[in-house]
């Protein structure tokens, strides 16, 4: 990851409309606190030092799903070229969680986020490799034309926005 | 009996309609009814898709890579089968094999009422009545996402016939569900429908308390419906643009996010894709992801590509037992939660295709709709007309003979004019125009052979069998009956004009009366030349010409082919186009050259085209080894030359005549590059070549404003560019029509049953050029120029006839 990276990834998120905030790994909590509307869910964040806020629920059950109005999971990796999040499938249910709330963030470590599409299927073939089995490539808003208008919101988030980092 | 009602453009059997009038009239409905719209949502994808390839610096590498892919996976396709069944099944999922759409249905039927009793939800059979996704609670129930494949196998009757309430969730087949309606696209499959009539359908069905006045409002009403649908339901089906063999992975591409609700909220998916989805290995996933989004809609990449290898840690989530919490830790979660996932390969006659060589290409296709949007006469008509029982679009021709038979493809293959717009656009390379091509062939040799046979037998020596489509057999032969005309012209021309003979060809060869017919020329170009005192004559106008020093590469000689409109209708554009080489110092020859089999390929007679493919060699071989260059004017000769005829040539043969042949603007424009003075041309800036020194810098400033339609297969070959370029050049500004294709396509737009769709296309090229106040359009080809002349009202000559020297136009 270089600095350049970074900047590309910004860029593509601005142009998704997805908003973009960067913290250290210690004011992380405090960050997503300040992102977060409640009702909000989450799923355990893996990476050292950082922990979903208090009022997060961090063990959902299908009502607080359905009820969410901010969901919180990690992204495994990012591609910078698309602004393009990988949400992995895990057992504590980071698919549901990214997918039912009208608001989804995703917390990425900078040194997760990959320059392109080639190395986002490299990053991609590693964690099936090592077990993975499902892995979502978000990019941007949940979005439809079908209704005579671009819609954003429709089964998935209209909302987005990626928490990035910048220590991890 | 029950009389039956006669809808228009409706046969007897409630399937396509079968006679010109009723092929008319089903068409005439489509461009009043749904045409606005189609045209809208198709020409905007088009143009985004244009953009989005223009955009990437690897396409042509990614489109390589992806059919590359395919090839190679559709020729392993049993040992691919093999191992996706071994990765699934150690995932813990099974995989089905199904022969057709009943055996895939019955399998799919079993799985929902297996694990809907599982549930324990009583699946008894309840009310019969209950209908789309209304259903009561104790029918089982699924929830789907959007797959054609499914409509394929006409999935959701099946269901519904075993009592089972299925509910579409995307967004565009729900509203279809609800309105009884088919897919007009295989993307996009409600774009027929307007705002408006959503609005109305929902507040008919549903009795809404909210106002449907935005777009918002309508997907706000669907989701909150759909929603509580996918939390009820016992199984999600979904489709799939992908399978990887090697790990059983699903890939999904959408930009709702319907498919990953679908597939991961309740605990049995079934996921059915057609046995061409699948490819080796995650990693090949790569190219396919990259192009898909970009070539349907121009989106650099989807909302969300979900690749999942299931069944999954994720999960279920269970609104049953809404207090308990839902995830696990990654160890226990699956086995708790009893998640099953079946994969269901469809076969329904897709290993038939892969063996048949002509329609093999079609499994290569991931169905992305781009053929659709960049087709003319799509975006006139739509997927209602340009469509068969399932699929729709140019490749729905093969889709629809593989799967379905030859009658389905039949009813509408006829609309492909073999523009070949669709073969830049389609992320796989599919030589889609071909397969049309081929199509039309198999239809025409199983025709009934008609009653007329004797007013064209005379005029077709043709490799045909007999019997088929007279008005096909016609314009197959043109290059003979255009050859009658120019002899018996002008009488052939006053007979044409007369009622009794207009009568005569539409109600048997199906020209439209309303179509003016060409005017033949008593002297062909040939004739002229050979008059004006043949290759010697030109030989001396060019030396006088060219200046003393010449260097090396101009010294060019050209054998002008002389297509049969050129030869027998246009002559004017011929003899411009040998003035203007001899101006340029290049001495010419206009033999008596044999037809390119153009003509016999749009009607589908391949075997004839194969013929006069070796003729047209035959006859240039000694030319070509003298290394002379040949020149075309009629871009769709080109076309043939330069596309086709690697299907009938041997290889060497094919890429020399390739190598060697150029189109008109083309090959002066590389001769002024070349050093060549384009001053004793017709120049278009004020001071028009008096400086002769070729300095134009062609900005427009005091140039001579021209609007050009260039031809629909020369923007194939990429041969816009250099007429552009040329008429710069020669001190013209330029301008362009964003029009894929003029709507007359050869012979397509004077059928009768085909004359208003024409008139529709040509209508938005007309458009175009009739605002702005341009004084001169020109145009390549020649049905491009009689449809904008009938259009405009005017002369549309070709770009040399202005260029010429001594230009008088
Ligand atoms: S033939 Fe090509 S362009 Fe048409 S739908 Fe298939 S992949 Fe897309």
């Not at chain 2, 009943?102 to 019969?128: K, L």
């Not at chain 2, 990449?301 to 207090?323: A, R």
């Not at chain 2, 053929?371 to 729905?396: D, L, P, R």
């Not at chain 2, 030109?538 to 006088?544: D, I, L």
């Amino acid at each position: 990851m270089t600095t350049d990276t970074v900047g590309r990834f910004e860029r593509s998120l601005d142009e998704l409309a997805v908003s973009v905030a960067f913290t250290s790994a210690a004011g992380a909590t405090d960050r997503l606190d300040a992102v977060l509307e409640t009702p909000a869910v989450g799923v355990p964040l893996p990476f050292d030092g950082v922990s979903l806020p208090e009022r997060v629920a961090a063990e959902p059950t299908a009502t607080e799903l359905a009820d969410a109005r901010t969901g919180i999971t990690p992204a495994t990796f990012a591609i910078a070229e698309y602004g393009t999040v990988a949400i992995e499938s895990r057992a504590a249910g980071d698919e549901p969680v990214s997918l039912y709330p009208e608001h989804h963030v995703a917390v990425v470590a900078a040194s997760d986020i990959v320059p392109d599409i080639g190395a986002g299927f490299d990053r991609l073939a590693d964690r099936f490799a090592a077990g993975g089995d499902s892995i979502v490539f978000a990019t941007g808003r949940s979005a439809t034309a079908d209704m005579g208008g671009l819609v954003h919101g429709v089964h998935g988030p209209g909302e987005v926005t990626v928490v990035v980092l910048e220590d991890r | 009996m029950a009389e039956r009602s006669h809808e228009p453009g409706q046969s007897d059997t409630g399937a396509a309609p079968n006679s010109r009038a009723e092929t008319a009239a089903h068409l005439r409905h489509l461009l009043e009814t749904e045409g606005e719209a189609i045209h809208t949502q198709t020409s905007v994808s088009n143009y985004r898709r244009a953009q989005a390839y223009d955009e990437t610096d690897n396409l042509d590498a990614l489109r390589t890579e992806a059919r590359a892919i395919k090839e190679d996976a559709i020729d392993r396709l049993p040992e691919l089968i093999e191992t996706v069944r071994e990765a699934v099944e150690a995932n813990g999922g099974t995989v089905y094999l199904a022969d057709d759409a009943a055996d895939a249905n019955a399998y799919v039927a079993d799985v929902v009422e297996d694990r809907a009793d599982t549930d324990g939800s009583e699946a008894a059979t309840g009310s019969e009545e209950s209908g789309a996704g209304d259903g009561d609670r104790n029918r089982p129930s699924v929830v789907k996402s959007k797959s054609m494949t499914t409509e394929e196998i006409d999935l959701n009757d099946a269901l519904e016939a075993d009592g089972i309430d299925v509910t579409e969730t995307d967004l565009g087949e729900w509203v279809l569900q609800v309105a009884d309606d088919t897919p007009s696209h295989i993307v996009g499959p409600a774009m027929h429908l307007t705002r408006e009539e959503i609005a109305d359908l929902f507040v008919e069905q549903f009795d809404p308390d909210v106002e449907f006045d935005t777009p918002e409002a309508l997907t706000r009403f669907a989701r909150d419906h759909l929603g509580e649908r996918i939390q009820a339901a016992d199984v999600g089906i979904t489709g799939a643009n992908f399978v990887a063999a090697d790990s059983g992975t699903i890939a999904l591409v959408t930009n709702e996010g319907n498919a990953r609700k679908c597939a991961v909220t309740p605990d049995t998916h079934v996921a059915i894709a057609g046995v061409e989805k699948l490819i080796p290995s995650v990693r090949d996933l790569e190219p396919f992801v990259d192009l898909i989004a970009k070539s349907a809609t121009g989106q650099p990449l989807s909302q969300y590509v979900t690749m999942l290898s299931p069944p999954t840690n994720s999960p279920t989530v269970d609104f049953e037992s809404p207090d308990e919490p839902l995830g696990g830790d990654d160890g226990t979660a699956g086995a708790n939660r009893d998640r099953e996932f079946h994969l269901v390969l469809l076969d329904n006659g897709r290993t038939d295709m892969r063996e048949d060589d002509q329609l093999r290409e079609t499994l290569y296709c991931i169905r992305c709709g781009a053929c659709s949007n960049s087709c003319a006469n799509f975006q006139s008509v739509g997927g209602h007309g340009f469509g068969g029982e399932t699929y729709s679009g140019g490749i729905a021709t093969g889709w629809e003979a593989g799967v379905h038979g030859q009658d389905s493809a039949a009813e509408f293959n006829d609309l492909c004019t073999g523009c070949t717009r669709c073969v830049d656009a389609c992320p796989v390379k599919i030589d889609i125009p071909w397969i049309n091509t081929v199509v039309r062939d198999r239809v025409n040799r199983d025709d009934d052979p008609e009653a007329y046979d004797f007013l064209v037998d005379g005029l077709t020596p043709d490799d045909e069998p007999d019997g088929f489509d007279l008005g096909k057999r016609f314009f197959g032969n043109i290059a003979t009956v255009t050859k009658l005309g120019s002899a018996t012209a002008p009488v052939s021309n006053w007979l044409g004009d007369t009622e009794l003979v207009r009568s005569l060809l539409e109600r048997t060869l199906g020209i439209d009366r309303r179509r003016d017919l060409p005017t033949f020329e008593r002297r062909s170009l040939v004739d002229w030349f050979a008059a004006r005192g043949g290759e010697r004559e030109s030989r001396r106008r060019a030396a006088a010409a060219g200046p003393e020093d010449r260097h090396s590469e101009l010294d060019r000689e050209v054998v002008l082919y002389p297509d049969i409109y050129t030869n027998y209708v246009d002559t004017d554009r011929g003899k411009a186009a040998v003035r203007t080489l001899e101006a340029l110092g290049v001495p010419v020859s206009v033999p008596d050259l044999p037809e390119s089999g153009r003509a016999p390929l749009s009607q589908g007679m391949v075997a004839t085209a194969d013929r006069q493919a070796s003729r047209v060699y035959a006859a240039l071989a000694e030319d070509l080894d003298a290394g002379r260059d040949v020149v075309v004017i009629e871009p769709s000769d080109l076309a043939a030359f330069q596309r086709e005829y690697e299907r009938f040539l041997p290889e060497r043969s094919f890429e020399r005549l390739r190598d060697n042949t150029y189109e008109i603007c083309e090959f002066v424009f590389g001769l002024l590059e070349k050093g060549a003075d384009p001053s004793v041309l017709s120049t278009g800036d004020s001071d028009g070549g008096e400086d002769g020194d070729g300095d134009r810098d062609g900005d427009g400033d005091g140039n001579r404003s021209i609007a050009y339609h260039s031809h629909c297969q020369q923007r194939t070959l990429d041969l816009e560019a250099p007429t552009t370029a040329l008429l710069e050049r020669c001190g013209y500004a330029p301008r362009t029509s964003s029009v894929e294709c003029c709507g007359m396509a050869g012979s397509f737009g004077y059928k009768r049953e085909y004359y208003e769709v024409s008139m529709d296309v040509g209508d938005r090229l007309a458009r175009e050029f009739d605002h702005g106040g341009t004084d001169l359009v020109v145009a390549s080809g020649t049905s491009c120029g009689d449809q904008l002349e009938a259009l405009l009202e005017r002369d549309v000559p070709h770009p040399i006839e202005v260029l010429a020297p001594d230009s008088t136009v």
